[in-house]
Structure formats: C-alpha cells, structure tokens
C-alpha cells in the first residue's frame, strides 16, 4: 500500500556540519513532495518542496533532490545551527492530493 | 490574522467522556484535514473533507465523527473516548486540488485522556 520511509530516525552533528534525511515512497504516480519541520511543542510548517518534474530544488542552505527512477528524496542542511535542531518529516502526495508522511527524524545540532 | 487556528489547545478528560475540537481556516483554501501525532511523532492522516464534503475516511473507529458546516470550519467529535485516544490532533488546510500542495497546520489539541 502507501508507504513512505524516512532515514534515519535520529541525527546528531556538529554545529557547522551538514544534515541528510533520506525518504523512499511506493506510489510511483507521487508527484508532490514537501518536507515540514516541527520544534518541540509546535506546529508542523514547511520548509521546501519539490515537484516530479524537477530533479533538484535549493533554498539558502536547505536543498531537496528527487531521485524518480529510484523513488528516492532527500533533504540537506549544509552550515547547520543549533536552531536546525527539530523532527523533519517528509512526505508524498497520491492520488487526489493526501500527502503521506515519513515517521520523522530528530534532528540534534550541538553547538 | 491566524491562517489556522484550532480550540482548545489542552483538554484533559475521563475515559468515557464524549468531546469536540474545532478547527478553523482564513485561508480561503478548498480542503481541510485531521491527522492524529500518537507519542512517537508519527503524523497520520484521519479525515479530509473538500468543500464540506467528505473526501478521505481512513481506518478510524467511528467513534470520531468530523463535521464540515463550512468549508472554513471543520470540528472533531470524539464519542466514549478511550485511552488510546490520548495524542496531539492538528487541522490542516490546503488549497486542493488533485497533485498535492502546500498543508498549513493548526497548532494542534493536545487530548489527554485519564
């Protein structure tokens, strides 16, 4: 059925260093991917997206590459900061526009 | 000039209990949403409706019951709440439409149940 799944689930690094989050989702017809960053106690809100016909996608230091073929995407954070520190979710439209989300990964960057 | 706001933000109450949360957009957007966020983060769809009407139903008991009375408004009612229930519940809002876009989310009802 519906899958999306989300790597790692944890991820600590350096203050300075970079951040990768892997996704792999089944619904090869998933056209719509957005990546959404929830802090403790708050909302979930988005931080970049990337459609199917687009390979690569950047946003100051946040980047977004779509790999189709593969049903792969992911997310980087070069020059992370302590205030990167959050869960990252990323998820896959299907059909009619539900988006599917990855299990999260808790992202730590130690100052 | 909150795009999605959602009431209450706590509500703790006794097993058994039968309860409602509200949820509201000025947006303008088409489709609304409920998820359920369980202990371990994890983000699950429960209902969507787009323009009041009824469009995803996902394998929720039916003691949850949404309500659409606009398609600015879409309430949650929760029948003979169970401790399994307990979790945060966020509304979302998205203009639509069939390839996916942008969710903006409420901030969320933090439901305990005792």
């Known amino acids: 059925g519906e899958n999306v799944e989300q790597h790692p689930s944890t991820l600590s690094v350096q203050e300075g260093d970079s951040a990768v989050i892997k996704c792999t989702y089944s619904?090869?017809?998933?056209?719509?991917f957005p990546w959404y960053k929830q802090e403790l106690g708050k909302r979930p809100q988005l931080i970049i997206d990337?459609?199917?016909?687009?390979g690569e996608k950047k946003d100051q230091r946040i980047a977004v590459t779509l790999n189709k073929t593969a049903k792969h995407f992911s997310l980087h954070i070069t020059e992370t900061q302590p205030e990167d520190s959050a869960v990252y979710f990323c998820?896959?439209?299907?059909?009619?526009?539900?988006?599917?989300f990855g299990q999260g990964t808790e992202l730590s960057v130690k100052p | 000039d909150t795009a999605v706001s959602q009431t209450p933000k706590y509500l703790v109450t006794q097993m058994g209990n039968d309860k409602s949360i509200k949820c509201e957009q000025n947006?303008?957007?088409?489709?609304m949403y409920w998820y359920k966020q369980d202990s371990k983060k994890f983000l699950k769809i429960m209902f969507s409706?787009?323009?009041?009407?009824?469009?995803i139903n996902e394998t929720v008991p039916n003691r949850f019951s949404p309500k659409s009375p606009d398609k600015a408004h879409l309430n949650l009612h929760i029948n003979s709440l169970e401790l399994g229930d307990s979790a945060v519940y966020f509304c979302?809002?998205?203009?639509?439409?069939?390839?996916?876009?942008?969710?903006?989310f409420g901030p969320g009802t933090r439901l305990t149940v005792l």
């Open positions: 998820a896959a439209s299907i059909q009619g526009g539900k988006l599917i």
């Open positions: 619904d090869s017809a998933s056209n719509y």
């Open positions: 409706y787009n323009n009041k009407e009824l469009i």
């Open positions: 990337i459609r199917s016909n687009v």
């Open positions: 979302a809002s998205s203009p639509g439409g069939r390839s996916g876009s942008e969710q903006f």
């Open positions: 947006l303008g957007h088409d489709t």
